[in-house]
């Protein structure tokens, strides 16, 4: 248990769907992350928010759209996906976004693109 | 751009044996450095940092050690065990910028 909890774990969605994945963390951080993983590539980072603000856009495709409703929460919605969008979405967090201490993960949600 | 690389993709070892497993960054400015391990189907979770001022740091089983002149870093774990298997990343950090990850190292624990 890291105290970051991602959801739902596993998502099967058409390249039509609309979708949502949801993040949730219990460890006081303020700032939040969205990162990529895909076979054999690095992790690949999308978004960071920190207190709520979004501070990085990785030039992620605006099919996915983030959102950070406050400190604890944090949401990525999909929709018009691609089959190469396919891949583990893992949630992170720390303590601030100044990359001074370690990333807290969560177990990940795993997306197929159909 | 910066990069941070891992020298093997696969390591097998015998359970008891001791395990390296190698990272090479390329940023001779980053501060600190995190080594991750992730089991399948979970999420990476940290397992030891050393930051830029220290060359050695010890944990439980596990040691890492950082030599700056080459822009080298290695994970030791001690007497390694089956649940040791998962792929291993390093991280780099520069303060106040984003973590730079290693694409990973699968570490198979041999009975």
């Known amino acids: 248990e890291t105290g970051v909890t991602q959801t739902p774990r596993h998502l099967v969605m058409g390249m039509t769907n609309k979708k949502s994945l949801k993040c949730e963390q219990h460890l006081g951080h303020n700032a939040m992350y969205w990162y990529k993983q895909s076979a054999k590539k690095p992790l690949e980072l999308m978004f960071v928010?920190?207190?709520?603000?979004?501070?990085e856009n990785n030039s992620v495709p605006s099919r996915f759209s983030p959102e950070c409703p406050n400190s604890s929460h944090l949401f990525l919605h999909l929709h018009t996906l691609q089959p190469e969008d396919s891949a583990l979405y893992l949630c992170?967090?720390?303590?601030?976004?100044?990359?001074?201490?370690?990333?807290?993960f969560g177990e990940g949600s795993r997306l197929t693109v159909l | 751009g910066e990069s941070v690389g891992l020298h093997l993709p696969t390591l097998s070892v015998q359970e008891g044996d001791n395990s390296i497993i190698n990272c090479a960054y390329s940023?001779?400015?980053?501060?600190?450095f995190i080594w991750y391990k992730q089991e399948s189907g979970k999420g990476p979770q940290f397992i030891i940092d050393?930051?830029?001022?220290?060359d050695k740091r010890q944990g439980q089983r596990v040691t890492v050690l950082l030599n700056k002149t080459v822009k080298h870093l290695s994970l030791q774990i001690a007497a390694t065990q089956p649940g040791d298997s998962a792929v291993y990343f390093c991280?780099?950090?520069?303060?106040?910028?984003?973590?730079?990850f290693g694409p990973g190292t699968r570490l198979s624990v041999l009975p």
């Open positions: 940023n001779s400015a980053s501060d600190y």
């Open positions: 050393i930051r830029s001022n220290m």
């Open positions: 928010y920190n207190f709520k603000e979004q501070t």
């Open positions: 991280a780099e950090i520069n303060y106040g910028q984003n973590f730079v």
């Open positions: 992170a967090s720390s303590p601030s976004g100044l990359a001074a201490g370690e990333l807290f």
